[in-house]
């Protein structure tokens, strides 16, 4: 079974760029979250999408924007780069919106440096 | 508010040797934990997790944890590292059912180990 797919793998952008990061969740799993990982720290939560809506939203400015699609795929937006923008973005899929009785799986992550 | 702290960005210990990676957390709610390893250049895998069934957790590759709530302490043991062990691994809380599966993951902690 093929696991969560994120693309680019790596991708290089200049300040003030935008750029759109793409996540296919596992077959049948409808919550898809964002997490932003800067070298050298923890990843921090960026959104969940249960059902194609938003279910959470953590501390990042508006340049950064997502969406679910009919098929439960999703994509990430972020605009007016920084240098600061530049981290691991990572992708994680669940069945369900909780996680009591179910597991977030992440993706490789998408490697964004902006320049 | 919940927060993560992981004592010891790096831990080295002797192929053999008894493993333990400290978590400690704050959550106003009561909350789940969750402990993931991550190996270079890929993404979070799961390894165990505690959803307030048994104290005592056991997951993959002969890891296991405590939850002590009178020491918000969640710290990972393994009795005797192997090399493979070598990755960095995160903590991470999620304030149960009321944040969807919104994690919070503490800095994070590189365990090396030696032959």
């Known amino acids: 079974d093929a696991g969560v797919t994120q693309s680019p793998t790596h991708l290089i952008k200049t300040r003030g760029q935008q750029v759109t990061l793409r996540c296919s969740p596992i077959?049948?799993?409808?919550?898809v979250s964002w997490y932003q990982q800067v070298l050298g720290q923890g990843p921090q939560f960026i959104f969940q999408?249960?059902?194609?809506?938003?279910?959470g939203r953590g501390n990042f400015p508006d340049r950064f924007s997502a969406r679910q699609f009919p098929n439960y795929s999703s994509e990430l937006n972020v605009n007016a780069l920084l240098l600061g923008d530049s981290a691991l973005y990572l992708c994680a899929s669940s069945l369900g919106r909780h996680l009591r009785n179910t597991e977030a799986f992440f993706g490789q992550g998408t490697r964004l440096t902006v320049v | 508010a919940q927060s993560v702290t992981q004592l010891g960005s790096h831990v080295s210990v002797s192929e053999g040797a008894l493993v333990l990676l400290r978590c400690n957390y704050s959550s106003s709610v009561p909350p789940y934990l969750f402990w993931y390893v991550q190996y270079p250049n890929q993404g979070l895998q799961l390894l165990l997790k505690y959803t307030s069934a048994a104290t005592l957790v056991k997951g993959i590759n002969g890891f296991e944890a405590e939850f002590k709530k009178s020491e918000t302490s969640f710290h990972l043991t393994k009795p005797s590292a192997h090399m493979s062990d070598a990755a960095e691994y995160f903590c991470a809380v999620s304030e149960g059912n009321n944040a969807g599966n919104m994690l919070t993951f503490g800095g994070g902690t590189r365990l090396m180990v030696k032959p």
């Open positions: 999408y249960y059902e194609k809506e938003e279910r």
């Open positions: 077959s049948g799993h409808k919550s």
